[in-house]
C-alpha cells in the first residue's frame, strides 16, 4: 500500500505535513458515502420472470438476462444492482447464507448465459474461480473498497449505469482475460489453492491489509489501506527467497513483494507498467525501500514520474515460488494469515470478463 510522501524526514516538525498528505490522499480518492443494505436474511433474491414488469426502455436491448450475484456488505452494491434492473436484469443472488462460488456453481448447473457480479474484489475472485475455463462470461458492477480488478479493466467506478451497461454486454464484448492462482504453505496446514485476479502480497503490505478494519474501510474506503501501511513504512525489512522460472533461486531483504496478474495497485499506482490482463505473464516486484525518503521514489516510479532502482525491483516469468519465516500473505485484499512458502503462476486467457479493450 503505497502514497506519496517524498517530503516526509520523519522529524517531529514534519509529521503534521504527513498526516496532511495521508488525509489528502484518501481525500482525493476516496469519497465515503453510505448505501443502504438488503436485508441480512436475503440470501438468494430473485424475482420470477411472471412477475417482472420491464422498465421503459430498460430491456428492450437485453436479449438474455444473466444470473447477478450480489454482496450485500459492499459499499455501493444496491445501487449497483439498481442500475442492473433499470437494464433488465432480474434474477438477483445475494451472498449472505450462500457464497458466491455456491451462487456461481448453480448458476453454470442451470445453464446461464452470462454471470454479473456486483461487489468487491473478494467476491468477484470467488465467482471468477468457479467461471475459469468455461464459455460463460462474467460482468463486474465494482461496488467494493479498493476495485483493483476493476481499474485494472478500466471499468468505470463512479457511474454504476456505465458498469451495468458493460457488465450486461450492452457496451462491450467478453474478452479473453488471465487469472493468477497460488497456492500457499503455512505450518501445520495442509497447502490451500486460491486463484487472483490481481495481486498476492507477502510482507508488511499484508499486514496493512490485515489492520484496515471492515469498519474502518466502510469508513474510508482504500484510504484505510493507506492509513495502515504508513504506520508501517519505516518497518524492518523481510527475508524472502525467491525462484522465478528455471532461474537460480535469489534472496533479496523487502518490505513486500508483489506476485502480479495485473499492475495497478491502491490509489492506481503501477507497481509494474506495461502489463495488460491478456498477457499470460506474471510480474514480480520487490518493494525494498531502506530509507523513509525511498518511499517518494517508489510512489513517483508507480505515476510514471521517475525511476526507483535499488528500491523497486521487477521481473516478468511464468511461475515463481516464494519463501520466507512465517510471512505475513494477502490475495486481492483478502489477509490470509502468515505462510512460510507460495507457489503462484498465471493461467492464461481462463476468464471470459466484459470489459473495454486495448492495452493499458
Known sequence: MICALSGWSGSAAGRPAVTAMVAGCWLA????????????????????????????GGAASLTRVPVVIANPIARASMRGVRALEAHGARDVRWTGERRATEHAQDALAEGADAVVVVGGDGTIRDVADVLAGTSVPMGVVPAGTANLFARNLDLPLRSADAAARIALGLDAAALPTDLGRVVLHAEGRDAAAHAFLVVVGIGHDATAVEAASLARKRRLGWGAYVLSGVRRFAAPLHAVRARLDDEPPMRTQAWTVLVHNTARIT??????????????????????????????RIAASGMGLARAEGVLSHRTGHRVRLEADRIPVQVDGDALGRIVALEAWIDPGALLVRRPGGER
Open 29 to 56: 480518492w476516496v469519497t465515503p458515502l453510505r448505501y443502504a443494505l438488503p436485508p441480512a436474511r436475503a440470501a438468494s433474491t430473485r424475482l420470477p420472470a411472471a412477475r417482472w414488469t420491464p422498465p421503459p
Open 267 to 296: 490509489l492506481g499506482l503501477r507497481v509494474v507498467p506495461g502489463t495488460r490482463p491478456d498477457d499470460g505473464l506474471l510480474h514480480l516486484a520487490a518493494v525494498s525501500p531502506r530509507r523513509i525518503l525511498h518511499w517518494g
